[in-house]
């Protein structure tokens, strides 16, 4: 059966996209089967996929624009697959983010650390806390902060904020120069082994590493 794995938020740029491919690249590096569901209407993440070179690891393309829960449960009892990342849509609320929350196993929230999105990023996360699922315990929510560095007033924010919503950071993701060129060519910085991809790779696979830890 796959984990299903939200990458969900309200607030447009706060690099949804960016951490679904990297999530489900840096899975696949570790051996996990994985497909990449797009549930954004501009399906940047399928455009990703259908760059990507063949030397590439298979990352599986889904269509979610306009899948019904029902396909979503069939989709996660494939034994073919580990984990299915869904990139969400902007602005989603009601029934889309519902069926998307009864699926999910994790949902991750990006957020840019900068307080106007911080603050437009509170009313999402508390509002996830009025689903039963995940007030059951049985979908886990945590942050991703993006263009963030894991100190300073800004991070000292967040950490309150975290505490205060009962909300984990799974990974703090620095700003860096070079992990948007591979993705041009549908690739990331796990399929250039660049000694200078190294750290840039370092905040993803301790997101992966959380995400594993979670639902194994």
């Not at 990342?85 to 519902?98: C, F, S």
């Not at 100190?151 to 000292?156: L, N, T």
Request: proline share 4%; glycine share 6%.
């Amino acid at each position: 059966m796959a984990h299903v794995i939200s990458v969900q938020n309200v607030k447009g740029g706060c690099g949804k996209t960016t951490t679904a491919i990297h999530l489900a690249a840096a899975l696949t590096d570790m051996g996990y089967a994985v497909a990449l569901a797009d549930g954004d209407p501009q399906k940047s993440a399928l455009s990703w996929i259908e760059r990507r070179p063949a030397k590439c690891a298979t990352i599986e393309g889904l269509d979610f624009t306009d899948l019904n829960l029902d396909e979503l449960r069939a989709l996660k009892k494939r034994k073919t697959l580990d984990y299915v990342i869904v990139d969400g849509r902007a602005a989603v609320r009601g029934a889309p983010l519902t069926d998307f929350i009864k699926i999910s196993d994790v949902i991750l929230v990006p957020i840019v650390g900068l307080p106007l999105d911080i603050e437009a990023s509170i009313d999402f996360l508390e509002k996830l806390w009025e689903y039963r699922k995940v007030e059951k315990g049985d979908a886990q929510v945590a942050v991703v902060l993006n263009k963030t560095r894991n100190s300073g007033k800004i991070a000292e924010r967040i950490e309150v904020l975290s505490e205060t919503l009962d909300v984990e950071i799974a990974a703090y993701v620095p700003e860096r120069s070079g992990m948007q060129n591979p993705i041009e060519y549908g690739m990331t910085v796990f399929d250039q082994q660049r000694v200078t991809n190294y750290a840039v790779r370092e905040p993803f696979i301790e997101l992966a590493e959380y995400v594993v830890a979670i639902t194994e």
